[in-house]
């Protein structure tokens, strides 16, 4: 028996390829949102929550909530980074501010960015988030120590079961954006003229 003749894949056979793996990529990015947001319940908004409903919030004096609080950082991006607290009791209602460390650990200027993350994902919806340092990228430069608060208020509509939210941020390096910056010269003088 012979062998069953190959066909052979020419360029226009890759590049439809290529194609098909470009559009089934880009439209993964709008099903993740869609599945996350309205099949889970999951809330991934970037930008903080609007002012006319944290004004809207009643404040339930009838119940606390433990806030958890964690922090790390991609294995590839040399910084540390921390909770100053490990946990906080809330009230439903009220807005709170927490405060995270970061600091540079390398001899040249970052910039990162923080993916927040909330747990029990289900309550996410629940957790609002007013101004936070994973809005925008932050640039630290090398060796810099800085405090990065992050301001919530949890909504007094949290389901009565639950009694502990866990706040959680990864920062990530933003390669791109670093380059950006270091290309145009924005870095404060001080970083200009460092060794």
Request: net charge negative; charged share 20%.
């Amino acid at each position: 028996m012979s062998a069953p003749a190959k066909k052979k894949f020419g360029v226009g056979g890759i590049a439809l390829v290529a194609v098909g793996a470009f559009v089934f990529t880009f439209s993964m990015v709008p099903l993740y949102y869609i599945a996350c947001e309205k099949v889970f319940g999951i809330k991934l908004e970037n930008g903080p929550a609007g002012e006319q409903h944290v004004a809207g919030l009643q404040v339930d004096e009838s119940r606390t909530v433990t806030i958890a609080f964690d922090g790390t950082v991609n294995s590839k991006l040399p910084w540390a980074f921390r909770p100053q607290q490990l946990e906080m009791q809330v009230v439903p209602g009220r807005i709170y501010e927490a405060t995270y460390l970061a600091r540079n650990l390398s001899d040249h200027p970052i910039v990162g960015n923080a993916a927040p993350s909330v747990a029990p994902s289900a309550v996410s919806i629940y957790f609002n988030k007013t101004e936070c340092f994973c809005f925008t990228e932050q640039l630290l430069l090398a060796g810099e120590e800085r405090e990065m608060p992050v301001r919530f208020v949890v909504d007094p509509a949290l389901p009565e079961e639950v009694g502990t939210i866990t706040l959680s941020y990864t920062f990530f390096s933003n390669d791109d954006a670093t380059a950006r910056i270091v290309a145009r010269g924005d870095l404060p003088p001080a970083a200009r003229s460092a060794p």
